[in-house]
Structure formats: C-alpha cells, structure tokens
C-alpha cells in the first residue's frame, strides 16, 4: 500500500503541472493570473492504477480459481472475454481521441493534432482488427481471398502476414517501453517538467505517469512465455495461459490512458485560456 502512495505521489510532482502566471509579463493579477496558477488535474488514481491491477488479478485469478479450461474457453479464445474486453477499451480510446482532436487548435503546434488523428485511426484499425471487421460479430463466411491468404481464414489483416502483426507489435512495445515506462522513469529522475503554458510541446506529445502501470504490465507480461523459448524455464499457472491477448488488452488500456489523461488536461488548459506566452 505504501508503495501504490509513493507511486502516487510522483505522479503528482511529475505532471500536476502548475501553469504560470502571466503578471511578471504583463501585470496581470487577480483571477485570471490565479486561475493559470491553478494545477491541470490528471486521471484519478482508480483508473490508472487500480484498473490495471484489478484487470491482471481477474486474468491471473480465473486462471488459478477456475482452472486452464475454464480460463480458455471464457476468457483466452479468439472471441473471449480479453479480446471483447480489448475492443471495449480501444472504443473508448477512440471516443477520447476525437474528443481531444476538437480541442486542438488549444495546442502549441498544429502536427501535435496530427498526432491525435493517427493515434486514433490507430486505434480504428487496432478495434476493427480484433473484431475482423465484424466478422466476430456478425458471423459470416470468410471470403474466399481471405481463406486462401489468412492464417486463421478470417477477414482481417493481421495474420496474413508479419507486417501487419508481429512488426507494428513490436514497434508498439518498444514504443511503449520507451515513451510510458523509460521516459517517466527518466523524467523523475531529473526533474523534467515541460510547461503548457509556455507553448511547450513536450508536455502533450509525452505521457504522463497515468500510462505507468499499465504500461510495466503491457511490456512485462510475455517475459515468461519468451524465457521459456530462449531458457526452457518453466511457466507454471497462471503464467501458462495464452499471454498475446492479455499484452493487447494492456497496450489498448495504454493508449486509452494516454487519450484520455490528453484529453482531460487539455480540455482544463482549453477553459483556462491556454497558451497566452
């Protein structure tokens, strides 16, 4: 518990950033200069630090509770209770993508909305995808171009080939490991707050420390299945389930935090006046 409160509180000393005041520039005093002295609030900790664990101590406690064909066929399949679980999140993602991209004329640079649009068209394709573009939904029969190609004879692209699958997930990890676990580590360490109301880009374009938890999580949970392969280490319950699934689950929590933690900052910065240096 002493260490969920420690995390905790470096969040707040890393991104309750408090915007500057702007009456040593322009004499400006009263409420406006207050309210930009006033701190952008982040996710609350139920949702950035609770969710993920409770989401991992559910997968791990079917597992042990349940057992390994209990845990398959409600939870691990194709069209199990992780992958639905997967969409939900990254339609949430989505709606908190477009609603920051509306905002985005509040922010220091005109790509930063860019960046927006393609983070939340990723997350489109990564939805759609998991679902087979309905296919999981609706049922119906493979075309025969997908049966031929498709690894799993079903209509979507990612199991035709390692360009559309293994590769962006790859780059999505190490992307995560650097942007949501190294970066905020790094960030702490020296004390690096880029300021909003400065214009600063850095402050949008990074996630804050509400991506941490899940991100650990998301980079972590295939370690055991690759020691295996590489080692012969053993993967004893609940480390023997089908760990792909779980580690897309946690890389759509990432992106949905991301989001939404952009989001939520920007729509306070937004009310606030934003950028005025």
Not at 46 to 67: D, E, T, Y
Not at 257 to 268: C, G
């Amino acid at each position: 518990m002493g260490a969920f409160r420690s995390l905790a509180a470096l969040r707040d000393s890393l991104r309750h950033t408090r915007l500057p005041t702007q009456a040593g520039a322009t004499g400006a005093t009263g409420p406006a200069a207050s309210a930009h002295a006033a701190r952008l609030r982040d996710l609350p900790r139920w949702l950035w630090l609770w969710f993920p664990l409770a989401s991992i101590a559910v997968v791990f406690g079917v597992r042990l509770l349940l057992g390994e064909y209990t845990y398959t066929q409600r939870m691990g399949t194709e069209q199990g209770v992780v992958e639905n679980a997967t969409v939900v999140v990254l339609i949430l993602a989505i709606v908190a993508g477009v609603l920051a991209f509306r905002r985005r004329r509040s922010l220091p640079s005109p790509w930063l909305g860019r960046w927006l649009l393609l983070l939340t068209a990723g997350c489109v394709y990564f939805a759609v995808e998991e679902l087979s573009w309905g296919q999981s939904l609706f049922g119906w029969q493979t075309p025969e171009l997908f049966n031929a190609i498709n690894d799993q004879q079903e209509t979507n692209i990612h199991n035709i080939s390692s360009w559309f699958d293994q590769k962006p997930r790859i780059i999505l990890e190490l992307g995560t490991l650097i942007c949501a676990v190294i970066y905020p580590l790094w960030a702490l360490r020296t004390g690096f707050a880029p300021d909003p109301g400065r214009g600063d880009w850095r402050y949008w374009f990074w996630p804050t420390l509400v991506c941490f938890p899940a991100a650990v999580l998301a980079v972590t949970i295939k370690l055991p299945k690759r020691f295996h392969r590489l080692f012969d280490w053993p993967r004893p319950p609940p480390l023997d389930i089908r760990l792909s699934e779980v580690q897309e689950y946690f890389f759509a929590v990432v992106l949905l935090l991301y989001l939404w933690s952009f989001y939520v900052r920007l729509r306070q910065f937004d009310k606030r006046g934003g950028n005025e240096s």
